[in-house]
Structures are given as structure tokens and as C-alpha cells.
């Protein structure tokens, strides 16, 4: 009897390790299509639309042992090295902060681009200086960390990221440095002394942080976006045509299903994204009729460091005919080359 009972917990044991234990690896698969316009909203919008504008994800989950040999079974799964999701110097809460920052940029890249197609005036605002990871060892461990705005540095405000750069330069090994920033939209003070950045080929004192610009635009009629569940930047095109959308009197879907994905990049490009072939499975099984791919252009020097890279849109149509969908695969440059595209369809 104590025998089974022992097998029956090393077994159990067993279940348990091959289901629940995490391994430094993740696995990327089909997602869903998601109607933007249950996320954005344009004050007093024309929301009469016929069809839909769809964002598209891919899902996310890190492997376990079951979930890993699974995966090797199937066709529209993808292992991936916890290197290739994430930077080597960004802890997992970085990683969540940093996938936050590029959705908060989507938005703002979007607002400004669909205002400007629209001949609408925007105003931009400079918060302050957003930190993205904070570097083991260095002048700001333990002291700041990834989500932080800092907006002043020894009672100078901060009023663009190259400010930061020319404030800090000067200083030597040793220096105090007073900052103040933004946690949880509280204002904080916290007095740090200088020390040689990790890992850095320069001999120089620094915070020992990496960081980018926090910006936010002020727009007449508001735009309110609810995406908190949303990371990445690759909504930004279905963003952008969601809120031209409602700011225009016309419908733009013409009664179709559209879905898309593309980086929205603030001079109106679109820019590549990872995971197109998922997204073009997860747009297809979900019932879109049109799918925005990005033609990014892959350089000759790009093509002999990867010589298996190819655009966003190629993969995306080897992608279709893979698994015989009717949905149309239509190449973008530019969000014009989409508003374009909608423009000339015929409503159904």
C-alpha cells in the first residue's frame, strides 16, 4: 500500500513539473481579431459604421515542459528563446513596462497622424524623460526603476531628452545628483551619487539607466483610448484609421470586416511587426474580409544578414495561400496607401 502511495505521488509530482514548472522560453500562436472601436473613442464621433476596423494579437504564454514538446507538434506554433522576447538587460517587469511605453507611443503616433489626415490641429506636450530599464549595479539601483518620468535633474526642469544628456555630461565619478521624477503619478525626490555605467565601452559616470521621451498630444474633439490589456506597438495602423474614421463623416469600412497590423510611425509610415503569419491565421479564422499588411522594404544589406528575411506582406500572403483563406492581403508603405485603399472600395 505505501508502495502505490509513493508511485501515485511521484507521478503526481510529475503531472505537476510537466504542467505548471516554467521554462526560459515562450511560445507564440494565433490570437484574435478586436473591433478597435470597442478601445478608442472620438467625442461627439460618427460611430454608424456598416462594417468593423479590427486590431490584431498574437498569443503569449511562457512554455512549460507539456506546453514546449506540444508546441513542437504543431505547424502555427512558435518556440522562442526568452532572448528573443526579451532584452538581455530588462527584468520581466521592464519587459511588461517597455511593451506598455510602445503602446503608449502607438497612440500617440496615431492621434497625431489621423489629426493630421483629417487638416485637424494637435498640440504635443513634453512630460518628461521616461526610464525603460534600470541597470543592475549602477548610480539608480534600488533608487529608480522602469516606469519612472523624471522631469527634473538639481532643480532644472527637464524639457527634452538631449536636456538629460547635456545636465549630466559635465559630471564626474562621486557627483550627487538631485532628481526628481514621477511614480504613480506622484512626484518624488531622491539624491544619487554618480557611479561608472555597467557595461558600457565609455569610462564615464552616468545614472545608469536607459530611457526615451514621454510625450503626450492634446487633441479638439478628445480621443480616449482604453487599451490596458494591449501591449506593443503593432495597433498602431487600426488605430489610426479608427480614429480618421470617426472623425470623418464617411464610412470608411464600407461594410467589410478589416483587420490589420502595422507599427504607426509618426511621419505616416507603417513599420514591420513580428508575428504576421499568426496574425493572418488569427484575422482569418476570426472572419475579416480585408488584412493590412506592412511592405516594409527588406535592403540588400538586410537580405545578406538574414537571407531568409522577407517583408511583412510577403509573409503574409505565403501565410494565406498556406492555409487557403479568401481574405484579401493588402500592402501598406504608408497609412495614405490604407486610406487610399478605402477610399476606392466599393461599399457592399
Not at 511560445?27 to 473613442?41: E, H, L, Q, R, T
Not at 544589406?301 to 506582406?313: D, F, H, Q, R, V
Request: net charge negative; with cysteine; aromatic share 8%.
Amino acid at each position: 500500500m505505501k508502495k502505490k502511495i509513493s508511485i501515485y505521488a511521484v507521478l503526481l509530482f510529475v503531472i505537476c513539473f510537466l504542467m505548471l514548472y516554467r521554462l526560459d522560453a515562450y511560445i507564440m500562436k494565433p490570437g484574435s481579431a478586436y473591433d478597435v472601436s470597442k478601445f478608442v473613442n472620438v467625442e461627439n464621433s460618427h460611430t454608424d459604421d456598416k462594417g468593423s476596423l479590427s486590431l490584431m494579437t498574437v498569443a503569449m504564454q511562457q512554455a512549460t515542459p507539456f506546453s514546449y514538446l506540444w508546441a513542437k507538434t504543431q505547424k502555427y506554433q512558435k518556440l522562442m528563446d526568452i532572448d528573443q522576447v526579451r532584452n538581455p538587460l530588462e527584468n520581466e517587469e521592464e519587459y511588461n513596462v517597455r511593451q506598455f511605453k510602445l503602446m503608449s507611443d502607438s497612440q500617440f503616433n496615431a492621434k497625431y497622424v489621423a489629426f493630421q489626415r483629417a487638416g485637424l490641429q494637435t498640440k504635443i506636450l513634453f512630460n518628461g524623460v521616461f526610464i525603460l530599464n534600470v541597470l543592475e549595479g549602477g548610480a539608480s539601483d534600488n533608487l529608480l526603476k522602469a516606469g519612472d518620468e523624471i522631469i527634473e535633474v538639481d532643480g532644472q526642469q527637464i524639457k527634452d531628452q538631449q536636456m538629460l544628456v547635456d545636465l549630466l555630461k559635465p559630471k564626474q565619478l562621486g557627483d550627487k545628483v538631485t532628481i526628481k521624477f514621477i511614480r504613480d503619478t506622484k512626484e518624488q525626490e531622491v539624491t544619487i551619487t554618480l557611479k561608472e555605467i555597467p557595461k558600457s565601452e565609455e569610462k564615464r559616470a552616468g545614472l545608469g539607466i536607459t530611457y526615451t521621451e514621454s510625450k503626450s498630444i492634446e487633441t479638439n474633439p478628445n480621443v480616449s483610448m482604453k487599451t490596458e490589456d494591449i501591449g506593443g506597438p503593432s495597433a498602431g495602423l487600426m488605430f489610426t484609421l479608427e480614429i480618421l474614421d470617426q472623425l470623418l463623416e464617411e464610412d470608411l469600412t464600407k461594410g467589410y470586416a478589416i483587420a490589420g497590423t502595422g507599427e504607426m510611425l509618426v511621419d505616416g509610415s507603417v513599420g514591420r511587426i513580428g508575428g504576421i503569419d499568426y496574425k493572418v491565421i488569427a484575422a482569418d479564422r476570426d472572419g475579416m474580409e480585408i488584412f493590412f499588411a506592412p511592405d516594409d522594404e527588406i535592403t540588400p544589406e538586410m537580405k545578406a544578414k538574414y537571407p531568409e528575411l522577407e517583408s511583412n506582406y510577403a509573409t503574409a500572403v505565403k501565410t494565406a495561400k498556406d492555409i487557403g483563406t479568401k481574405m484579401k492581403i493588402v500592402p501598406v508603405k504608408t497609412v495614405d496607401d490604407a486610406i487610399k485603399y478605402l477610399k476606392q472600395l466599393q461599399p457592399k
